[in-house]
């Protein structure tokens, strides 16, 4: 990426495999963890949760839940221009601007069965983190 050259699948699935190791041990621990990475596709959202690889998720239908780790996914949607703009005030990040298009290219946004909350990226940082936590204590009840 910092090359200016996007991640394809192959790229991803070992790192995503490894995340979903550190969540698996966490759980097993009892400890609840909070991981921040782009998952774009369902299918890497699947890898996080159990580690397969296929895209379909086993092929399940879609009233079907996997057995799976306690995910729930957080997606930060806002406009491109917001996150370019955000972007380019980075120094020394790996991701170039310049690959952002291809992030919206990929990006297959959180649905039913999977388990998420989307949270406009246009409020502020204070109140992403108050709607999620809104979110997961009424998940809790």
Known sequence: MAAGIP??????????CHLHD?????QASGQ??????????KMYRC??????TGGDCGH????ETPPSLNILFVHL????????????KRKGHFMPPALLQSQFDTL???????????VSLEKSASEIVSEIEEYIKNLNC
């Open 32 to 41: 609840n963890a909070i991981l921040a990475c782009s998952a774009l596709k």
């Open 60 to 63: 399940l239908e879609e009233h």
């Open 108 to 118: 297959e946004p959180p649905s039913p069965p999977e388990k998420s909350i989307t």
């Open 22 to 26: 550190i969540l698996l041990r966490e």
């Open 7 to 16: 991640l394809n699948d192959q790229d991803r699935i070992p790192w995503l």
């Open 47 to 52: 890898i996080l949760e159990n580690r397969g």
């Open 77 to 88: 949607a806002g406009p491109m221009s917001l996150i370019a703009k955000r972007l380019e």
